[in-house]
């Protein structure tokens, strides 16, 4: 971290509550990455926000985000006001102008670019929102700021539909129960009400027809990570994201505006891992020689604590549609150790999203392949995906493991002593890498499955 001296720059959110925000995740981390010497912190103010405003501005605070309740009620204490933001009736991020701040709505920018963060463009394309609150009139304004060219809203009341489609020329408003009244094709879909942040919450429209019309959805909410609408989507094949990705964009715009800089997706990456690890909780990582028993007690792992398990050389087979053996044959151990990385680097940057898993939403158990940590670049990955478990195994134990199983290439031999012997030498070779990577070491020899898991989550938050 930063030290903290006379030329630190100031930052903050005001908002009432404010005790659980997340903002600071995104922006302290950015200003870590990019070498900029400023700090933000929440700001309680419980009523006079335009007092609250005016000093904050008076002392030099050089950006502000605001939150509820205070999104509508600062646009009174502000000198300048941007178009959207205007439009859209909110501001968020608060700039220095000249007497005072200028106001913006990073909100729907920061929704925008997540999903085209995911390859969806809004350009020409039909949506369906569900919901007609101040967060569903936002995105209807979005969706047709930024060139959509058709939106259904559906709202259990058609009256607050009504009131938004009135002020924009493009949104046909609807209640939930006309929903098959909206004409086949593939639509982007916003879920938009409360539904999700409740256990025991269903869905607005129970029925698989209407969703399969959706080719992407969003949903707003992020915690939990699993609504049911994104369940649903999950279970029918559709992608979707949740409203994390929102929140991570629209900090990213604003600390763009504040210090005039642009943040690569590589960067906005490393700060969506470090939100992910805050609200979902740390990935565990298993590393080890072959045999030592990562899948088995991955998937017992995973069980346990109710994560998702995901395998690295499952996953290589699934992305590559071919056997680790073929691919070592076709492309020798370079090119499969490629391949390794970039699988890496999705599940420490991106989680399950793209894997065939579904995501529970509590954190991921990876189980890695054997020589991974033999190449440089995946030692950060290792660090950056998780908290580290080396799962140890002697020799002698390894070979009674591993013996007679023909899906290892690299433990291809000729004879058991053969075999033996080249496990002690891979063993010997790879030992101080495994060292190097771990945060914790765990010794499985003589020891069941039931012991190393409860060992290895007796570790996990020291």
């Not at 006001?81 to 729907?108: C, H, Q, R, W």
């Not at 959509?148 to 489609?165: D, G, P």
């Not at 924009?168 to 009400?193: E, H, R, W």
Request: a negative charge.
């Amino acid at each position: 971290m930063m030290d903290i001296n006379g030329k630190t720059k100031i930052l903050g959110v005001i908002g009432d509550p404010i005790e659980h925000t997340l903002s600071p995740i995104i922006h302290n981390t950015l200003s870590r990455i990019k070498g900029i010497n400023a700090v933000y912190v929440p700001i309680h103010v419980e009523e006079d926000i335009a007092a609250a405003v005016k000093g904050l501005y008076a002392s030099g605070v050089c950006g502000l985000n605001i939150t509820v309740p205070y999104k509508q009620q600062v646009m009174e204490s502000i000198v300048d006001i941007d178009a959207l933001a205007e439009k859209i009736g909110a501001v968020n991020t608060l700039v220095p102008d000249k007497d005072g701040y200028k106001g913006y709505n990073t909100d729907m920018p920061g929704l925008k670019r997540a999903i085209e963060s995911n390859g969806v463009s809004l350009s020409g394309r039909k949506a369906i929102v569900i919901g007609a609150g101040g967060a569903a009139r936002a995105v209807c304004v979005m969706l047709e700021e930024y060139g959509a060219e058709e939106i259904y809203l559906l709202n259990r009341t058609i009256e607050k539909a009504e009131a938004i489609a009135s002020e924009l020329s493009k949104v046909k408003a609807l209640t939930l129960s006309d929903y098959k009244d909206i004409p086949d094709g593939k639509y982007l879909m916003f879920q938009c009400t409360s539904l999700g942040l409740k256990s025991g919450d269903g869905l607005a429209i129970d029925d698989d027809d209407f969703y399969k019309k959706a080719d992407y959805g969003y949903d707003l909410i992020y915690n939990p990570a699993e609504t049911p609408f994104i369940k649903k989507l999950n279970i029918l094949g559709i992608r979707n994201d949740n409203g994390l990705t929102m929140l991570l964009y629209q900090g990213i715009i604003a600390y763009e505006y504040w210090f005039k800089v642009d943040i690569t997706q590589p960067e906005a990456d490393m700060v969506l891992t470090e939100l992910r690890k805050a609200l979902y909780g740390k990935n565990i990582v298993l590393t080890g020689y072959m045999g030592c028993g990562k899948s088995t007690i991955g998937k017992k792992l995973a069980e346990r604590l109710g994560m998702t398990f995901i395998d690295t050389d499952e996953e290589i087979v699934r992305r590559e549609g071919k056997s680790i053996n073929d691919i070592f044959a076709e492309s020798k151990e370079d090119g499969f150790r490629k391949i390794e990385t970039e699988v890496l680097r999705s599940l420490a940057y991106y989680g399950a999203d793209n894997t065939d898993q579904v995501s529970t939403g509590k954190g991921l158990v990876i189980a890695t392949g054997g020589g991974i940590v033999l190449k440089k670049e995946n030692m950060p990955l290792l660090k950056t995906a998780g908290k580290v478990f080396y799962l140890k195994a002697d020799a002698e134990t390894t070979f009674n493991r591993v013996k007679g199983d023909d899906s290892r290439p690299l433990l291809s031999a000729e004879s058991q002593e053969e075999l033996k012997e080249r496990i002690v030498n891979m063993l010997r070779e790879r030992k101080g890498y495994y060292e190097l990577t771990a945060d914790e070491q765990i010794d499985t020899d003589n020891k069941s499955i039931e012991e190393v898991v409860e060992e290895i989550i007796s570790r996990l938050y020291d």
